[in-house]
């Protein structure tokens, strides 16, 4: 079994940057795949970033060449640089997508 707890969100202004971090514990050697989501209310929750076991990488249409997905041990983080509104969301993250399991997430909020 994964955990992962989510941490690094915050007020920012448009334009500014951001990183998230994403610590996960239990069963690392088990995860192949660690994707960042991000929920506003009233809407679906949407993957905004993945990366794998073996580096690979994806990135939504929306947050392409703003936000970098990256991992080192237990850690996975989400570089968002350029931040716009419409980025304001909760962030999650997620192993293997097992999407019965998701944590508190963390809060980012992009405002003037």
């Known amino acids: 079994q994964v955990q992962l707890v989510e941490s690094g969100g915050g007020l920012v202004q448009p334009g500014g940057s951001l990183r998230l971090s994403c610590a996960a514990s239990?069963?690392?050697?088990?995860?192949?795949?660690v994707g960042w989501y991000r929920q506003v209310p009233g809407k679906q929750r949407e993957l905004v970033a993945r990366i794998t076991s073996i580096d690979s990488t994806y990135y939504a249409d929306s947050v392409k060449g703003r936000f970098t997905i990256s991992r080192d041990k237990n850690m996975v983080w989400l570089q968002m640089n350029s931040l716009k509104p419409e980025d304001t969301a909760v962030y999650f993250c997620n192993a293997n997508g097992n999407f019965g399991s998701w944590g508190q997430g963390t809060q980012v909020t992009v405002s003037s």
């Open positions: 239990g069963s690392i050697s088990s995860i192949v795949a």
